[in-house]
């Protein structure tokens, strides 16, 4: 990745958390802490490498997103609006009765999304499948599905990493929102996950680790992922939950919280302030 | 007594054959491709079955994936885990995306009978009834299983169709017309009516026989479909014959007769009652479960007389 390009991303990705911090503020509901880990990782997805289309959502050839942790929707739907797929004056509507944007992503309101979401564990199990059309179609897209790291403590998870390395299915790209945090506390706290690479590793898959709020690792994590062949690989993306905003940083509580008057002004403050 | 087949015989032929016609058609394993006949299919088309192993849940989320991208997955697996181990991604992805998977799940009623009660399959239809944009087919017979194969492939949409391990009498003839949706009148009578759904139709029949020789004319209805459901039939019948019986090897919380019940009460009060499950089963020979539990022609035609006798 160039040095400007790198440098719109991350000027995009800090227009992203003030959209969602002005966003969130205002309809007093949704979940800034994982959107916010997520905000580098989805970005570089739809704004550098997925081969999508706002204007024609559904071309046969195009790569696939599946948000598996679909409490993260805001920071989807910031990037589905940027490339196209809808009116961003339509972001308001979030979470709002009569609106195109659920709470968590829904295929029949919003184009663009792949797949409804929102209880977990279910997302890598699709991804594979979507993969796995794609190659028995002949196609060469690849299909990408962003995990929690809470989320990957359901046991649905470890039965699709058992498929995913014995269907070989390399054209399924899965990253990890390595937060260490969950709705009730630290992973630590709540359910230990141990050495998460050594047990995917275990089960066969390609194991890369980033640093997940830096785009172009970002990048070069996925391009390693691409040039392994016949195994499918997980990118393990170190985050920090609310990153960007610091009392919100690691903290469980701002998991799904309303953000008041007085921590929006702080949050502003702290972004910049870019509108 | 007319020919039996089994019912998951005849359901690994129809999806064979369905295979050879259409190339979308895959097909998706949990491990008993040997008792559901899936296996039939992967031995002819290898590069599209799937077979995860033990993994109900990742193998519905897996069929949700291939459904998006245009493929035409059918899922197999027993029904007593497909409904239950798969409820989430059958509710939150298959029917919640209207996706186009078939799930096909086998064994349903006391059909698995040595194996026992934790193996028969008598609560899924109420699993998935009330799921909304799910379709929910019983096969009755091996005719009516190769017909509603072929139809749930045309249908565009997510459909639980239940099948079953038994072998049981063949009651439709090649020229049978299956529609979604549309129940059957096997056979008409002016005094009462008897709805079943699944395998039990052809212990109606017998039943209605019975109920003939005593002078006592009953219509049998197959409600293959119990959603959406025929409600017009239902009405015609309540109509026609002012009592109903229901029969189904399922719970009555939630299956055929709820199902019934719902419309008369709406459209056409009625007096029905239901012969189903209203307890765990056990191992045992199949005939013998279906006899002691309530399905045997001698019972129906007894809860059909009891029923005209309070008409």
């Known amino acids: ?275 | 007594m007319a020919e039996k087949i089994a019912i998951r015989d005849a359901f690994g032929e129809a999806l064979l054959e369905l295979g050879k016609k259409n190339d979308k058609v895959v097909a998706l394993e949990a491990d008993v491709g040997g008792s559901t006949k899936s296996a039939v299919f992967g031995k002819a088309f290898p590069e599209r079955y799937y077979n995860v192993g033990i993994s109900e849940l990742n193998m519905v989320a897996m069929s949700a994936g291939m459904a998006r991208e245009g493929l035409i997955p059918f899922v197999n697996t027993f029904a007593v885990f497909l409904a239950t181990r798969s409820g989430d991604p059958i509710q939150s992805l298959i029917a919640y995306d209207k996706l186009n998977v078939k799930l096909c799940g086998t064994y349903t009623g006391l059909s698995d009978s040595y194996d026992g009660a934790s193996h028969q399959a008598i609560t899924d239809m109420s699993y998935v009834r009330a799921i909304p944009n799910m379709t929910v087919i019983t096969a009755a017979d091996a005719t009516e299983t190769k017909k509603a194969v072929e139809a749930v492939a045309e249908y565009e949409g997510p459909v639980y169709l239940r099948l079953s391990r038994a072998a049981v009498p063949v009651v439709y003839g090649d020229d049978m017309k299956f529609e979604i949706g549309k129940g059957i009148k096997v056979k008409e009578g002016k005094d009462i009516t008897i709805i079943t759904t699944g395998t039990v139709l052809s212990k109606a029949i017998e039943a209605a026989e019975k109920l003939e020789a005593e002078g006592i004319h009953a219509t049998v209805v197959d409600m293959h479909t119990v959603k959406p459901i025929d409600k017009d039939l239902i009405v015609e019948c309540a109509k026609e014959t002012g009592a109903i019986v229901t029969v189904e090897e399922h719970s009555l919380q939630g299956g055929l007769y709820s199902a019934v019940a719902e419309v008369l009460a709406a459209e056409c009060p009625t007096k029905v009652k239901g012969i189903g499950a209203t307890d765990f089963a056990e191992s045992g020979d199949y005939e013998q479960l279906l006899e002691k539990y309530g399905y045997g022609a001698d019972n129906i035609a007894a809860v059909c007389k009891a029923v005209l006798a309070d008409k």
């Open chain 1, 1 to 275: 990745m160039t040095k400007e390009r790198k440098e719109e991303l991350e000027a995009l990705c800090l227009r992203f958390r003030n959209e969602l911090i002005d966003l969130l503020h205002a309809i007093q509901t949704g979940h800034p802490g994982g959107s916010l880990s997520a905000c580098e990782i989805i970005t570089t997805l739809y704004q550098d490498v997925m081969n999508v289309d706002g204007a024609d959502p559904n071309k046969e050839d195009r790569d696939h997103f599946v948000l598996s942790k679909g409490h993260a929707a805001p920071m989807l739907y910031l990037n589905l609006a940027e490339k196209g797929y809808f009116p961003k004056e339509e972001l308001k509507t979030l979470r709002q009765i009569n609106s195109n944007l659920q709470g968590h992503p829904c295929v029949h309101k919003t184009p663009g999304v792949e797949l409804s979401t929102g209880p977990l564990g279910l997302g890598l199990s699709a991804g594979l499948g979507m993969a796995l059309a794609d190659k028995y179609k002949g196609l060469d897209s690849y299909t990408y599905v962003l995990m929690g790291d809470g989320e990957i403590q359901e046991g649905g998870i470890w039965e699709a990493a058992m498929s995913g390395a014995k269907f070989k299915v390399d054209n399924c790209i899965a990253i990890l929102d390595n937060n260490g945090v969950q709705l009730d506390g630290t992973l630590e706290e709540i359910m230990p996950m141990g050495d998460i690479a050594a047990k995917w590793a275990a089960f066969g898959w390609n194991v890369i680790k980033c640093d997940g709020h830096d785009v172009s690792a970002i990048e070069d994590a996925i391009e390693q992922a691409k040039a392994c062949k016949g195994q499918p690989s997980i990118i393990i993306a170190k985050t920090v939950k609310g990153k960007g905003i610091d009392f919100m940083e690691g903290k469980n509580t701002w998991h799904g919280k309303a953000i008041n008057d007085e921590d929006y002004a702080k949050a502003k403050a702290i972004l910049g302030g870019a509108k």
